[in-house]
């Protein structure tokens, strides 16, 4: 029986790898094993990154937020804790753009929360 090599196979694996590649630095693009490194590493770090951009960019609505907050004269944690009694639920990805483009808009939605904050937070009915 004739042996079979499957080069055919090996070969498109080694150009996918060098192709994710391209762009590296010096060797990594152009030498299979050095590529084949970095390609791993380089997915295991946008992996990472994918959780970490959503994280910062929350981080960053928070800042906007008690930014704004505290312009309208309210805690950044009152606010929150005033729309969640008032039952209003817009996440905070809205609530940081409504702040900057529409100004009035996030007064009443302070003015709301000022109004809730101090009452209890009702609790909904057991069914």
Known sequence: MVRIKNSIARRKGRKRVLRKAKGQFGHRKSRYKQA??????GMAYSYRDRKVK???????WVVRLNAACREEGIAYSRFINGLKNANVAI????????????????SALVALAKK?????????AKA
């Open 54 to 60: 959503k994280r910062e960019f929350r981080a960053l």
């Open 91 to 106: 996440n905070r990805k809205v609530l940081a753009d409504l702040a900057i483009s529409d100004p009035t808009g996030f």
């Open 116 to 124: 809730s904050a101090s009452q209890p937070a009702a609790k909904p």
């Open 36 to 41: 084949l490194r970095s390609v791993i590493k």
